[in-house]
């Protein structure tokens, strides 16, 4: 099965994003990093989108902000 997903919109390219940062904040919440040399997850959701706490307090709004905005389309 294969499908195609269409990114063409700013908004739709920034969701894209946020939900790979969940997905690699996710990994970083047990431990593991996505890469060696490159910023986290974690410190790219807290220096570009502001989120504060730890690990698990900023995988949880980024997760609620998700489910809200995906709820909606």
Sequence with gaps: ??????????EKQELARLIALRSAMRMEVKGFRMTNKAPTAYSILK???????????????????????LEKE
């Design 1 to 10: 099965m294969s499908f195609t997903i269409v990114l063409d919109t700013p």
């Design 47 to 69: 220096k570009e989108y502001g989120f504060k706490g730890n690990k698990q307090k900023v995988l949880d709004q980024l997760s609620e902000i998700l489910d809200r905005v």
